[in-house]
């Protein structure tokens, strides 16, 4: 290993039993309206188990920080404060919880010390990657081989991305539980 190599989080500890929990509760029929019910995929990814799982490989595990946190007392807090940030994210009913993804996304720039972070999915068939990438303020990008989760990726995360500066049709709608500040997504 080089000198500056740091461990992210995912590679000491992760809350799996929260995780588990919550992908169960994710994949129940019929817990509203999302379109991720557009097309049964194969194997669809729960979304918070996504949005989870790339907040633990991207954010640093405090072992790597001693001159932050010398003591192991310390190390074994903060990680702790980040698992249960993981956990939180776990959960499908957190999934527009903008204090908690702004919280997120704030700890993921930290740790990667760079201001634009990109994923990249290249097989992203139902999208769960590059949307919780997204929702966790990520710029995105994904493809695929099938045409069909292409169309979908383009409804899902191209058409949105192109009008979102542009009034609604219906002056009347109100556009919620989005973030405003979604990053760019390409269909490549």
Not at 8 to 36: F, M, Q, S
Not at 41 to 53: F, K, L, M, V
Not at 139 to 156: E, F, H, Q, W, Y
């Amino acid at each position: 290993m080089t000198k500056n190599y740091k461990k992210k989080l995912i590679e000491v500890a992760i809350p799996l039993e929260a995780i588990n929990k919550a992908a169960e509760y994710e994949k129940l029929p019929g817990i509203g309206p999302h379109p991720r019910g557009i097309h049964l995929w194969w194997a669809r990814r729960p979304q918070g188990t996504c949005r989870a799982i790339l907040f633990a490989q991207l954010v640093d595990d405090p072992s790597s920080h001693p001159e932050r946190f010398p003591t192991t007392e310390e190390q074994d807090q903060e990680r702790q404060r980040l698992l249960n940030i993981t956990s939180r994210l776990a959960d499908w009913k957190n999934s527009n919880n903008s204090d908690l993804l702004q919280l997120a996304e704030k700890e993921i720039r930290a740790s990667c010390n760079i201001d634009d972070i990109e994923i990249v999915d290249p097989f992203s068939g139902g999208g769960s990657i590059p949307t919780e990438a997204q929702r966790l303020g990520l710029n995105t990008r994904g493809s695929d081989l099938n045409p069909v989760a292409v169309a979908i990726g383009k409804a899902m995360f191209g058409f949105p991305n192109r009008f979102r500066n542009h009034p609604a049709v219906h002056p009347g709608l109100r556009v919620r539980h989005l973030r405003k500040d979604y990053k760019d997504y390409q269909m490549i």
